[in-house]
């Protein structure tokens, strides 16, 4: 490496990353990349991965950005790229920051015009791989009875059981039924 000053944030592919971090989980800041594929562009451009990531050059950070634009160059394995067989073009390509989900909505998008079996999943919000659903994935609509409004708590009566009627919740005696006053005539 050549003698160049200590850069405390570096710009990959539209990212910026603090110069303080090791190269390797630096590189792993970058939406689309994981640990693996970070450590394969450090063993291929032989860069020290416990470095700070602002002691980097400009050549290899071009270098780098080379690599992670188009990792079929660097011969990559085709396993190794998150978007295999494109459907619009067939090609395999690796997909980086806000590509990752904007692609993701025309897939789903495209499902749902062509009527398929997970379009019909994704426009109901369910579950689209073939898991069960009949105790988990219950996010979002309700399920089993739904709670109305908080009851308020019932009074007890005279008796001890909780009154029913209007007239037994107020503090004023309410007049009595014809049907009560015969009772209490033939009790006495």
Not at 83 to 106: A, M, Q, W, Y
Request: hydrophobic residues 35%; contains cysteine; proline residues 5%.
């Amino acid at each position: 490496m050549s003698e160049q000053e200590y850069r405390h944030i570096v710009r990959i592919i539209g990212n910026d990353i603090p110069g303080e971090m090791k190269t390797i989980i630096g590189l792993c800041q970058i939406k689309g990349l994981g640990y693996s594929f970070a450590t394969a562009i450090i063993d291929t451009l032989k860069i020290n991965p416990n470095s700070n990531i602002g002691n980097l050059t400009d050549d290899s950070v071009q270098a780098i950005e080379k690599l992670i634009t188009d990792p079929v160059a660097g011969n990559f394995p085709t396993w190794f790229l998150n978007r295999r067989k494109d459907p619009e073009t067939g090609v395999d390509k690796h997909l980086l920051t806000s590509d990752i989900p904007f692609t993701l909505r025309n897939d789903i998008e495209r499902e749902r015009v062509t009527a398929s079996w997970r379009g019909y999943r994704h426009l109901s919000g369910l579950k689209v791989r073939g898991q069960r659903t009949r105790t988990s994935g219950r996010k979002g609509g309700a399920v089993g009875v739904a709670k109305g409004g908080l009851a308020a708590p019932a009074k007890k009566g005279a008796a001890g059981a909780p009154a029913t009627d209007a007239a037994a919740q107020t503090e004023t005696p309410a007049e009595e039924s014809p049907a009560v006053e015969e009772k209490k005539e033939k009790a006495t």
